[in-house]
């Protein structure tokens, strides 16, 4: 359809195709971002949630919390299912992204799996030591247990996922995931703008933001009504 010369728009969006974690040689903002990993039941809705955050740079799910090597979704072994969020510390602390962790599923009874359990994943001590924070005081203001544990995530500990589990809401889409993937390609799961229409079409973010994304796109109008159909 003659295409071929449209690029992917990443509008006001920093450093979105850069690898993940992002390269310290990246010249565009933010210079430093921080990297979170969460499991709190099945992956998907997670993965929307945070992708639909301002100051969320990037999203991916995966396995992480067990020991076997090489995990998979059918071959999960003793691992749980994570979702992985880069932000820009400027905009975001990681305070906020455990308020929307606790906040977004059932922390104070154990999941029926392992698959589903409530762990964070600290990526150093200083995470482990705000989540412990965060869980008492999460604990004494509710009188709840939570069965949320905090593990140390080793620098080979997380597992990409499969590719038809990432941007899972926006895959599912009709018209909109192909044509997301047709454009950005190996950079699809790594894409701030694919991280956010992947939330936005699971419901999140303002009316206002939305728009704005959508008005900075060059998407065909069979998608962008789509999309427009699902905000
Ligand atoms: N209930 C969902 C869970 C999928 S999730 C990636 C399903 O099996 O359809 O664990």
């Given at each position: 359809m003659g295409r071929t010369d449209r690029t992917p728009v990443e509008p006001a969006l920093r450093d979105s195709d850069a690898p993940f974690p992002s390269s310290e040689s990246a010249s565009?903002?933010?210079?430093?971002?921080?990297?979170?990993?969460?499991?709190?039941?099945?992956?998907?809705?997670?993965?929307?949630?945070?992708?639909?955050?301002?100051?969320v740079v990037r999203t991916r799910v995966g396995y992480a919390?067990?020991?076997?090597?090489?995990p998979s979704y059918y071959a999960l072994g003793d691992h749980t299912e994570v979702v992985q969020v880069e932000y820009d510390p400027?905009?975001?602390?990681y305070d906020d992204l455990l308020d929307v962790f606790w906040?977004?599923?059932?922390?104070?009874?154990?999941a029926p799996k392992r698959q589903y359990r409530s762990v964070v994943l600290a990526h150093d001590d200083e995470q482990f030591e705000t989540v412990r924070r965060r869980r008492g005081a999460l604990e004494e203001r509710t009188g709840q247990s939570a069965a949320t544990e905090i593990e140390s995530l080793a620098d080979d500990g997380f597992t990409l996922a499969e590719d038809y589990h990432q941007k899972y809401e926006?895959?599912?889409?009709?018209?909109?995931?192909?044509?997301?993937?047709?454009?950005?390609?190996?950079?699809?799961?790594?894409?701030?703008?694919?991280?956010?229409?992947?939330?936005?079409?699971?419901?999140?973010?303002?009316?206002?933001?939305r728009e704005t994304l959508l008005a900075e796109l060059d998407l065909e109008p069979t998608v962008i009504s789509e999309l427009r159909r699902r905000f």
């Open positions: 565009t903002s933010p210079n430093e971002t921080r990297t979170a990993t969460f499991g709190m039941g099945c992956f998907w809705g997670p993965d929307a949630r945070f992708g639909a955050l301002e100051g919390g067990g020991t076997e090597p090489e400027d905009e975001l602390s906040a977004n599923h059932r922390w104070a009874s154990s926006l895959r599912s889409t009709p018209v909109v995931g192909d044509e997301l993937e047709a454009l950005y390609g190996d950079t699809f799961v790594d894409s701030t703008v694919v991280a956010r229409l992947n939330g936005f079409v699971a419901g999140h973010g303002a009316t206002d933001r």
